[in-house]
């Protein structure tokens, strides 16, 4: 099939990007990668009247390093921020997402910032956000506000961000230096680069004792929304998150999730899953924290 008629817009400023948003009345998008977006014109399940293209806006690009955070811009591409020093180093499980997410090309077009506002509640890179606790700066004719990961995913593909607002960037939380700090990412798809059937993301902080400072485990593919696991990290933060204990924290893992049945898996082997996953995971961050 071919996309339906639509106007383009080779945007040059952010200000073009806002006003034709506001002016679009719910019926302008923008494309930066186009892995998700260009299938579904094609396939006529998106029908904008406008594509506003911010691929030519410089600004919108690149990674920043301040003293408490690491800023992504919205049209980074994947395999650049995979490819970055400072991400390998500082952001690791932001990292080891990113290394599930589809194939090499699929990387090098797709960026961070239309990864989570596309908002597929299988897809990696907004699980470890989540996890991370990072934030997105979105921008409108209003102007700037911020929306944390927590609060930011609705439904299914359905976010925060409104339809005049354009994602501008990610800001990730930076660990305190010296900090023993564990990450690992764990999923399981039909075939190596397919969206994750279920994922598991999860960030460990320990102290000079072995004690668990902070905990962060998030599910994907297992509920609309990908979701912290509050009621496991609640077990594991202020004790020694030993094998047996991160198994007993895990017991009620299944009743807050709530996934659905599809062609691709039941929701009975969807939560046995998200607990195996979220096992290891946990297990893996632990023995990075140690060593």
Known sequence: MKAAKFNYILAESIDQVVEALDKGDGEAIVIAGGQTLMPMLSMRLARPETV??????????????????????????????????????RLPLLAKAIAYVGHQQTRN????????????PASEIPLAALAMDAHVCL???AGTRQVAM??????????????????LSVHFPIPLAGARVGTAFHEVSERR??????????????????????AALA??????????????????????????????????????LT?????????AYRRRVARVLAERALKDAVAEAQK
């Open 193 to 214: 680069g397919d969206f994750a059937v279920v994922a598991a993301a999860a960030l460990i902080h320990l102290d000079a004792n072995g004690i668990c400072t902070h």
């Open 150 to 167: 927590a609060d930011y995913f609705l439904g299914p593909m359905m976010t925060a961000r409104t339809d005049n607002e354009v994602l």
């Open 259 to 267: 996934p659905g049945n599809d062609q691709h898996a039941s929701a």
């Open 52 to 89: 506003i293209d911010i691929n030519k806006i410089a600004e919108l690009s690149g990674i920043d390093v301040a003293a408490n955070e690491i800023v992504i811009k919205a049209c980074t591409r994947q395999a650049e921020a995979l490819a970055a020093a400072e991400v390998r180093t």
């Open 109 to 120: 077009r797709g960026t961070l910032g239309g990864s989570l506002s596309h908002g597929d």
């Open 139 to 141: 921008r409108s004719a």
């Open 219 to 256: 599910i994907g593919g297992a509920d609309s929304v990908p979701l912290r696991m509050t009621v496991v990290e609640d077990a594991l933060r202020g004790g020694k998150p030993e094998p047996d204990g991160i198994e007993a924290a895990l017991g009620g893992i299944e009743a807050a």
